[in-house]
């Protein structure tokens, strides 16, 4: 890629007009051999930043947010120097990730009627020559009560809460390496979690710790729907303070994952749908290595049954609906895949790259500047955006915060960021 760089966005200077294609591929074949081996130090570097990064912030009690894993991803391409590059193509991923954070906690207020017994009911057909449910099964390596001390849930936990930090880490190495599987990757995780959030709004399904608690199924069961099943998330945040020596982990950690939280989100699990999502990418963009990903999501698989939070049924569907993702915008019509290039823009990319080899005026000659006015623009959307969801919380305004409404001055924050974003490298 930095060798297609440095061929098409360099423009001869004058005088240069008899210089011959010849030299240029001598030139760039010792510049081809760094090229690989720098790509294979750069991928060592960040996955050792990523590893590094993780464990402090969990040995801190800092929880390990997306927020705050895309800000630690952003002063690693600073320090590449792709700044602009990085806010153009991460600050739409951000916006719409959080845009279906805050809807995902209106699925379950549609109305219908929350499926308990029948999720059991499969659960119990799936585990039929066990006798036993597979949530109890798995959840029969603990000892004593939910209270207890429990190091299996202390480690659980920290690939519960991984799921999508992780994920995160392998988008940047694709935006590293091959920026336009970065986009398909984006544009999975879209589709998957838009067509999770429809089937949360159609079919509301209570996890295992839900269909234990006798009050969550009052009118459903005649007390709880299931019976042995242990809600084991507070257990392992518990551990993890004890480890550590900090408090008010799980606190934080619900910032910004319950920014709008929904009990009866469980099927399909995209605890479990988007590392999968990430292992497919990772497969086909660096090989066996991505198969080290399959094992980090079996481990997650694990987790969300132990901990109570998942059935196997939902990591089924999750399996599924990823799939089901990935071949959407793998394999879709010509259109989506032009769509996708268009929307990667690969002479940027060129452009950035050749600038980074020390051609400090590629970006210009290729047309491409900071637009302020698209950039002022989108800030003033976003900042009357922002303004008008402090006052319908703190004022209770449009019926404040609990109602659909309270969605579009969220919008209009991420619209805004989105148009600011388009204009820092644009014609």
């Not at 003033?380 to 305004?397: I, R």
Request: aromatic share 14%.
């Amino acid at each position: 890629m930095k060798e297609k760089a440095a061929l098409d966005v360099g423009i001869p200077s004058p005088g240069s007009e008899g210089l011959t294609a010849e030299p240029a591929e001598v030139a760039i074949q010792p510049h081809a051999h760094l090229g690989k081996r720098n790509d294979r130090l750069l991928l060592g570097a960040i996955v050792a930043y990523a590893v590094l990064l993780s464990f402090l912030m969990i040995a801190r009690g800092i929880s390990l947010t997306p927020d705050v894993v895309v800000v630690g991803f952003g002063l690693a391409a600073i320090i590449l120097g792709r700044g602009r590059l990085f806010l153009r193509d991460w600050i739409p991923f951000v916006a719409l990730f959080f845009a279906y954070e805050l809807m995902r906690g209106y699925a379950d207020k549609f109305g219908l009627p929350i499926h308990v017994t029948d999720i059991v009911a499969i659960e119990k057909a799936i585990s039929f020559p066990l006798g036993q449910l597979p949530t109890t099964l798995v959840q029969s390596l603990h000892q004593g009560a939910a209270s207890a001390s429990d190091p299996l849930a202390t480690i659980s936990v920290i690939f519960y809460f991984l799921h999508f930090p992780l994920p995160l880490a392998i988008g940047f190495l694709l935006w590293i390496r091959q920026r336009r599987i970065y986009y398909d990757f984006v544009a999975a995780l879209i589709v998957l979690s838009m067509a999770a959030f429809v089937t949360y709004l159609l079919l509301p399904v209570a996890p295992p710790w839900y269909a234990a608690d006798p009050l969550k199924t009052q009118g459903v069961c005649a007390n709880a729907c299931v019976t042995g099943v242990l809600h084991l998330r507070d257990t392992g945040f518990n551990g993890l303070e004890s480890l550590f020596g900090f408090g008010n982990y799980f606190f934080s950690y619900q910032n910004v994952y319950g920014i709008s939280s929904n009990d009866v989100a469980a099927f399909p699990s995209l605890h479990a749908a988007y590392p999968f999502l990430a292992f497919l990418f990772a497969r086909k963009a660096f090989g066996k290595a991505g198969f080290l990903m399959l094992a980090y999501t079996a481990c997650v698989w694990f987790a969300i049954v132990y901990l109570g939070e998942h059935w196997v049924t939902d990591i089924i569907g999750g399996v599924v609906y990823a799939s089901a993702a990935y071949f959407v915008v793998m394999h879709g019509p010509s259109w989506v895949q032009r769509f996708m290039a268009q929307a990667a823009d690969e002479e940027i990319e060129a452009g950035v790259e050749a600038e980074e080899e020390g051609d400090v005026g590629a970006l210009r000659r290729l047309g491409r500047h900071v637009r302020w006015s698209l950039v002022a623009q989108g800030l003033a959307v976003a900042l009357v955006g922002g303004s008008v969801g402090y006052c319908m919380n703190a004022l209770d305004w449009f019926g404040g915060s609990g109602t659909p409404l309270y969605l579009l001055p969220w919008l209009a924050i991420l619209g805004g960021l989105w148009r600011a974003a388009a204009g820092l490298l644009s014609r």
